[in-house]
């Protein structure tokens, strides 16, 4: 399983990016996909998941109301669309995958396979 993020980018404040994470080795119909994010220095933080049906979806409460991660599960595709940009959501984003059946969705031990990050920079 691959999973390629991309859609980072340099950006100001208040502005939009979108980031895609595609899946390569297997299909995405029965796994609960997250995004993730990390600053040099702190560990990864939760940002935001989405269940298998796309029913159930969770925010940290720092992203709530700026940011919607969605699935295409016929593209193999996720998405986190992050609109009103903080300089505080300056990060590489990482997007997780879990074909657990249970899953703690905030925790990133609960992910099986990770894509390689993209950067997301917000300037002030």
């Known amino acids: 399983v691959q999973l390629q993020a991309s859609g980072g980018g340099l950006v100001q404040a208040g502005g939009s990016l979108r980031l895609s994470c595609a899946a390569s080795g297997r299909t995405l119909t029965d796994t609960t996909m997250a995004w993730f994010r990390q600053v040099p220095g702190k560990g990864r933080e939760f940002v935001g998941g989405?269940?298998?049906?796309?029913?159930?979806?969770h925010y940290t409460d720092s992203v709530k109301g700026r940011f919607t991660i969605s699935r295409d599960n016929a593209k193999n595709t996720v998405y986190l669309q992050m609109d009103s940009l903080k300089p505080d959501d300056t990060a590489v984003y990482y997007c997780?995958?879990?074909?657990?059946?249970?899953?703690?969705?905030?925790?990133?031990?609960?992910?099986?396979?990770w894509g390689q990050g993209t950067e997301v920079t917000v300037s002030s």
């Open positions: 989405i269940s298998r049906s796309g029913g159930n979806i």
């Open positions: 997780a995958l879990s074909s657990r059946y249970t899953v703690s969705v905030r925790r990133s031990d609960a992910y099986d396979y």
